[in-house]
């Protein structure tokens, strides 16, 4: 009887190490499951008060698509702000921390490129990606990098056709140009190429910093009827001061977001960025489950605003035809 009760004792001594083990093990798979999520890295050109909608809308599409931020998947967001130097030291520490795939636009993509040559990188807008040697084609971008491209020279044609039916006697054009930007030369092309074409007067005004653009914009005032602001993220950034000095100075004023016509500018024409940061998360999310960017096609935008500040006309004295107004995406009064 004794040597049955021991033996009894003994079997559930082991039942509950086993037991014991067990949760251990489990523990630790559990733990080692949520040190291993995937990683994003949103590598942002721009501040949380000029990218914060596109990023939100970006995050957002990533759920609908079953990848929630601290569930099943960490976003790490790094905040740019339209510098260089900055954007350029935050794609390198990304590709230390070894996300798996890294989010960006804009001159964030040429900084992504430069750290890696082996994590997916998907940019959400960049000018002309074959022209600039970030892929070797559209159909196939052959390397680690595919997203969404947009072609400067086209909209800048359009903006400075819009500008020219908006104000039918604008003669001289100044336009601000970000030259840190690696598309500068292609825009700078398209507005040369537009003004010849519509017998307009271009000036370029070069920056590369937030002073750069108090003094270009102090520059300007009288010598133009209009300025076109090459719009990216330092300009994006910095649309507040630009708003305001081209307002003091009586100066019309065009875009490519429409942010910089919530902010008080007059017109804006170009890409709806909401959707192309949508669309950049279906990228994410397809890299994710294990397509490989090589073979991801680059897209371009569909969508495309006009949207119009008649309050910003009226304080610059400009009477804007039904015409344009019925055209435009939105009218904000």
Known sequence: ???????????????????????????????????????????VAGTQASHGAWVAAFAQRLSELGWTDGRNIKIEYRWAAGDVRQTTEFA????????????????????????????????????????NGIVGSLARPGGNVTGLSIQPSELSSKRLELLREIIPNVGRVAALVNTN????????????????????????????????????????SGQTDALYVWSEPLTNANKSKIIKAATAAKIPTIFGFREFVDAGGLISYGPNF???????????????????????????????????NLKAAKALGLSISETILTRADEVIE
């Open 1 to 43: 009887m004794a040597s049955t009760l021991d033996d009894w004792m003994r079997r559930r001594e082991f039942i509950l190490s086993v037991g014991s083990v067990a949760v251990v093990l489990t523990s630790a798979a559990h733990s080692q499951q949520s040190e291993k999520l995937p990683i994003v890295g949103f590598l």
């Open 274 to 308: 909401i959707d192309l940061f949508r669309r950049a998360a279906e990228f994410t999310d397809k890299i994710l489950r294990g397509a490989t960017p090589a073979d991801m096609p680059i897209q371009q935008p569909v969508k495309f605003d006009l949207i119009i």
């Open 181 to 220: 930007y690696s598309g500068v030369t292609q825009e700078m092309i398209g507005i040369r190429t537009a003004s010849a074409k519509l017998n307009l007067e271009a000036s370029i005004l070069e920056v590369q910093t937030a002073d750069g653009i108090e003094a270009a914009m102090a520059a300007v």
């Open 92 to 131: 390198a520490e990304l590709v230390h921390q070894k996300v798996d795939v890294i989010v960006t636009s804009a001159y964030g993509v040429v900084a992504a490129k430069q750290a890696t040559s082996t994590i997916p990188i998907v940019f959400a807008a960049y000018g002309d990606a074959v022209a």
